[in-house]
């Protein structure tokens, strides 16, 4: 994860969409990042410190190593640790691991299943092999639920099984490929500009997900459908 900025919403010219590309932490669930900021709180560490270590060297650092499948649990949490003591505060790898599941948000899986009824639905995560499932949910309640909603996508794309996380852009042509859909065809949904931006070059459309009520009505907008 790191920090970046991209247009909210791209409505250049574009083939008719025939399917719609989530990301999910932050995007059917609230922001990790206001959990990593609980826990910098707690640990006496500057507002955003986590955010800011994972953009540092972000295609080799610890974070990636670890969403990409190429360290363990245990390895992650001493780099992690490492890589934030080297910027003034230690905090072990599988403290911010353990913020990562974030609460559902219960209209966008609403929506969501309106555009399974007229797309192609898929999830492409940057995600860890840590808590239950592409979600990373913790606890049997949340992880069920999460579950629920990760049965609604046509296909699931993770990090941590394809050995390739975003921004490559290898892991938006993956997920296109196995839905049978040109990029071009596709909108593109995440909370984090620097991965939008690969998908928007392939010519997907895309949006930056800033709150979900901004993010539904740029969806709207793009499709022509009316969400509740």
């Not at 640990?43 to 953009?55: E, H, M, S």
């Not at 990562?100 to 940057?126: D, F, W």
Request: glycine share 6%; hydrophobic share 40%.
């Amino acid at each position: 994860m790191s920090n970046d900025t991209s247009n909210t919403l791209n409505d250049d010219s574009h083939s008719p969409v025939t399917a719609i590309l989530w990301d999910f932490g932050g995007v059917f669930t609230s922001s990790p990042f206001e959990a990593f900021n609980t826990l910098e709180e707690r640990l006496g560490a500057p507002k955003d410190f986590i955010r800011q270590t994972n953009a540092i060297n972000p295609d080799i650092n610890a974070w990636a190593k670890f969403e990409s499948n190429s360290v363990s649990l245990e390895e992650f949490d001493v780099l992690f640790a490492e890589e934030s003591e080297a910027r003034g505060h230690r905090i072990p790898g599988k403290e911010v691991i353990a913020m990562l599941s974030g609460s559902l948000r219960p209209r966008m899986v609403e929506v969501l299943k309106l555009c399974k009824q007229h797309y192609r639905v898929a999830c492409i995560t940057n995600n860890v092999k840590a808590g239950e499932g592409p979600g990373m949910a913790r606890g049997k309640e949340k992880a069920d639920a999460v579950a629920q909603v990760m049965k609604l996508f046509d296909l699931v794309v993770e990090s941590s099984v394809e050995g390739v996380r975003k921004p490559n852009p290898e892991i938006y042509k993956i997920a296109c490929d196995r839905l049978n859909v040109h990029c071009s065809q596709a909108i593109f949904l995440d909370d984090l500009g620097i991965n939008l931006k690969p998908a928007k070059a392939l010519g997907m459309q895309t949006i930056k997900v800033v709150s979900q009520d901004q993010a539904i009505d740029d969806l709207s907008a793009l499709t022509g459908l009316t969400f509740p």
